[in-house]
C-alpha cells in the first residue's frame, strides 16, 4: 500500500492550494481517508476525511467552510482543496488510510494503519 501526497507549495494569504492523495495497493472507495497537518514543534492535528463507502466528509473547525476534501473512484485519489489559506495554515500535509467500507469517520491518527509522506504547504503573510 502507498499513498502520495503532492500539490503543496508557496502561497500568499487569501491563496488556494489543491492536495492530492494517490493510493495505490487500496481501493480509496471502500477506505477512510483523512488529511492530517503538522507544524514545527506541534503535534499532528486532523484536518479532514472522507468516510470509505458513501463518502461522508467531517472538517476541523479550524478548516471548515475554506476546505474541501472529495474522492475520485477513478483515479483512486482523494483531493483537499484549500482556500482563503492563513498563515495558520502552514505546516506539512499528510494524508492517511484506513479500511472502513461501513462509512465511519476517524481523527485520531492512530486510527490509520497507511500513512503517506507529506507536502509542505506554506502560507506567507
Known amino acids: 500500500v502507498q499513498l502520495q501526497a503532492s500539490g503543496g507549495g508557496l502561497v500568499q494569504a487569501g491563496g488556494s492550494l489543491r492536495l492530492s492523495c494517490a493510493a495505490s495497493?487500496?481501493?480509496?472507495?471502500?477506505?477512510?481517508v483523512a488529511w492530517f497537518r503538522q507544524s514545527p514543534g506541534k503535534e499532528r492535528d486532523f484536518v479532514a476525511d472522507?468516510?470509505?463507502?458513501?463518502?461522508?466528509?467531517f472538517y476541523a473547525d479550524s478548516v471548515k467552510g475554506r476546505f474541501t476534501i472529495s474522492r475520485d473512484n477513478a483515479k483512486n485519489t482523494v483531493s483537499l482543496q484549500m482556500s482563503t489559506l492563513e498563515p495558520e495554515d502552514t505546516a506539512v500535509y499528510y494524508c492517511?488510510?484506513?479500511?472502513?467500507?461501513?462509512?465511519?469517520?476517524?481523527?485520531?491518527?492512530?486510527?490509520?494503519?497507511?500513512r503517506g509522506q507529506g507536502t509542505q504547504v506554506t502560507v506567507s503573510s
Open positions: 492517511a488510510a484506513r479500511y472502513a467500507p461501513w462509512g465511519a469517520s476517524y481523527s485520531d491518527t492512530d486510527d490509520y494503519p497507511y
Open positions: 472522507i468516510s470509505g463507502s458513501g463518502g461522508r466528509t
Open positions: 495497493g487500496l481501493n480509496v472507495r471502500w477506505f477512510s
